[in-house]
T-cell receptor, first 113, second 112 residues
Framework: EPEVTQTPSHQVTQMGQEVILRCVPI?????FYWYRQILGQKVEFLVS????????KSEIFDDQFSVERPDGSNFTLKIRSTKLEDSAMYFC???????????FGPGTRLTVL | GENVEQHPSTLSVQEGDSAVIKCTYS??????FPWYKQELGKRPQLIID?????GEKKDQRIAVTLNKTAKHFSLHITETQPEDSAVYFC???????????FGAGTTVTVRA
C-alpha cells in the first residue's frame, strides 16, 4: 500500500537557522498538507497546497514558513529562522481530493536548541 | 473557523469492555468527520470516517455515529483489546475548507 514518506525523521537545529523538511506524497494525490503537533498536544493545521499554490494557511504559517513542490514528487516545508517554539513533530499529509481522507507521513521531529 | 472539542481526555477500560469517545464541532458546514488512531511515536492513521449524509457507520469492532442537529459525533470501540491502546483524535472538515480541524485527543488504555 502506498504511503507518504518524510525525511529526516529527526532534525536538530540551532535557533535562527533555516530548516527544510521533506515529504513525498502518495503519487496520484493532488492535495498536500503540513500539520504540526507539539508534544502532548493536538495536531494543528499549517498549510494546504493544490495546483502549485497555497490553498489555505493557518495563523501559525507566518512569513517564516514557506512550502514548495520543486519537482513532481517532493513537497517541502521551509522554516527560515527557527524559534524555540517551532520544536514539534511536523506531519506531511496528502489526499486524492479535498473532501477525502488524508494520509499522514511518519513525521519529522524538529528540535530547536 | 471550525472548533472541535473532544472528551474525555483519558479513558481506561478493562479488556473486553466498550470505549466511547465524543466530539462536538461548531461549523455546521462541516461534512466529513474522520477518526485517527495514533500510537506512541507513530503517524496518525485513519481508522474510520463518516460523512454528513449518514448517521452511523460500522467497521468490525469500531463504529461512528453522527448527530448533525446537535453537531456531535462519537467513536465506539467494542470488545476492546490491548492493541486498541493509543491516542484517538477526531477531526472535522468543513465543505468549503481544505484542512482538518482536530480535537485534543483521547488517550485510551485497555487494561488486560
Amino acid at each position: 500500500e502506498p504511503e507518504v514518506t518524510q525525511t529526516p525523521s529527526h532534525q536538530v537545529t540551532q535557533m535562527g537557522q533555516e530548516v527544510i523538511l521533506r515529504c513525498v506524497p502518495i503519487s496520484n494525490h493532488l492535495y498536500f498538507y503540513w500539520y504540526r503537533q507539539i508534544l502532548g498536544q493536538k495536531v494543528e493545521f499549517l498549510v494546504s497546497f493544490y495546483n502549485n499554490e497555497i490553498s489555505e494557511k493557518s495563523e501559525i504559517f507566518d512569513d517564516q514558513f514557506s512550502v514548495e513542490r520543486p519537482d513532481g514528487s517532493n513537497f517541502t516545508l521551509k522554516i527560515r529562522s527557527t524559534k524555540l517554539e517551532d520544536s514539534a513533530m511536523y506531519f506531511c499529509a496528502s489526499s486524492a481530493d479535498s473532501y477525502n481522507e488524508q494520509f499522514f507521513g511518519p513525521g519529522t521531529r524538529l528540535t530547536v536548541l | 473557523g471550525e472548533n472541535v472539542e473532544q472528551h474525555p481526555s483519558t479513558l481506561s477500560v478493562q479488556e473486553g469492555d466498550s470505549a466511547v469517545i465524543k466530539c462536538t464541532y461548531s461549523d455546521s458546514a462541516s461534512n466529513y468527520f474522520p477518526w485517527y488512531k495514533q500510537e506512541l511515536g507513530k503517524r496518525p492513521q485513519l481508522i474510520i470516517d463518516i460523512r454528513s449524509n449518514v448517521g452511523e457507520k460500522k467497521d468490525q469492532r469500531i463504529a461512528v455515529t453522527l448527530n448533525k442537529t446537535a453537531k456531535h459525533f462519537s467513536l465506539h470501540i467494542t470488545e476492546t483489546q490491548p492493541e486498541d491502546s493509543a491516542v484517538y483524535f477526531c477531526a472535522a472538515n468543513p465543505s468549503n475548507d481544505y484542512k482538518l480541524s482536530f480535537g485534543a485527543g483521547t488517550t485510551v488504555t485497555v487494561r488486560a
